[in-house]
């Protein structure tokens, strides 16, 4: 075949070829097959050398004409295949701003924080502020300075996580009471919620760390009737208006007296009802302990007990919720269930 005839097949062939080319891949095989260097017109070109004089010129400037078409062609076709592609994909990556957007879930806060912060809110309205103290604490302040001794059989009760001989889990919120008279000098009122632990087996009702909430008011003549007062207050803000509380004595090493508080039942009005499961048929309902401050925790901290006296309490916060909301377990607290953490919202 005569080099023309073979330049005029190759331009015939590639003009097919890329008439039904479909996508920027094929057509970039095919500018390989004929434009390569090992392609097609190269091959042909390389025939040139047998060509007479004056053939070469003549069939140079052809395969220059058909080089161009080649080229002009295939970047052509390669524009309209991109143009074509970009089309489609931004057709099908086409954003509905009208579209209602996904849920963003929200959660609510833990039923033992909400708890807390009413309780605490309370006693804010009360001229209370908040304070709080570290959960790995002194054993010197969880215990011997609260009248707790080494040797003293109340700790048995209140035994604990010990990290060494002076570091412990707090057993309850009352060190916080030290640290306050520490930093403040009365008339001071604080409340403090937080963490407590036990090594308490976990059942139904107990749990080997829960939550309290300290109270605490020093001032100069401040007196039992104090205590009752904002804890009369407190039962009715935070359980109703038709809550009555009572005082049964009791023994704290700290106060002096000392009483724990029972409100009465929130789920049978106080009838004592024998079949409420809430109280068992008594009526009442402990839900606190307190007392006044015993005069040598107050000099203890370099307060004068013949100038000052206070009241303190502590109320368990699980047990309020849980007499709250009628929940009759307090693992459910530290389940993470949230079919029960929902209820709250
Ligand atoms: N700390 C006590 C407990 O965990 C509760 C308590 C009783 C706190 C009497 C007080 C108080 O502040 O005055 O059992």
């Known amino acids: 075949m005569h080099i023309l005839d073979a330049l005029q097949a190759l331009k015939n062939d590639f003009d097919e070829a890329v008439g039904v080319v479909e996508s920027v891949e ?26 007479s004089a004056e053939e070469r010129p003549r069939v140079g400037q052809e395969a220059n004409v058909i080089r161009e078409h080649l080229e002009a062609t295939l970047s052509d076709k390669k524009e309209a295949l991109s143009r074509r592609d970009l089309v489609a994909k931004l057709a099908s990556e086409k954003v509905d701003v009208t579209m209602p957007g996904s849920d963003a879930p929200y959660g609510n806060r833990h039923p033992l924080t909400q708890v807390m912060d009413d309780i605490c809110r309370v006693f804010i309205g009360l001229g209370f502020s908040v304070a709080d103290g570290p959960e790995m604490e002194l054993d010197e302040y969880n215990f011997t300075r609260l009248r707790l001794p080494k040797d003293h059989p109340a700790r048995d009760t209140q035994d604990t996580f010990y990290f060494d001989q002076q570091y412990l889990l707090r057993t309850h919120t009352s060190p916080v009471q030290i640290r306050t008279m520490e930093k403040m000098k009365p008339p001071l009122r604080v409340v403090v919620p937080g963490r407590v632990y036990r090594p308490d087996a976990q059942d139904a009702t107990h749990s080997p760390f829960f939550h309290q909430v300290e109270g605490l008011a020093v001032d100069e003549g401040i007196t039992m009737r104090d205590l009752v007062g904002c804890l009369t207050l407190y039962a009715k803000a935070f359980f109703g208006e038709e809550t009555e509380i009572r005082l049964r004595p009791h023994h704290f090493p700290f106060t002096e007296p000392s009483c724990e508080v029972d409100i009465t039942c929130t789920n049978c009005g106080g009838s004592g009802d024998f079949e409420c499961r809430t109280c068992r048929g008594e009526g009442w309902v402990e839900v606190l302990g307190g007392g006044m401050v015993h005069p040598e925790v107050l000099s203890g901290c370099g307060i004068d007990p013949d100038i000052y006296s206070g009241f303190a309490f502590g109320i368990g916060v699980e047990r309020t919720a849980m007499g709250r909301y009628g929940i009759k377990d307090i693992r459910h607290f530290t389940d993470n269930d949230l079919r ?5 919202r």
């Open 26 to 51: 094929d057509l970039e095989k095919i500018r390989l097959t004929f434009l390569g260097k090992k392609g097609r017109l190269t091959a042909i070109l390389r025939g040139m050398g047998q060509l």
């Open 340 to 344: 029960f953490l929902r209820q709250f």
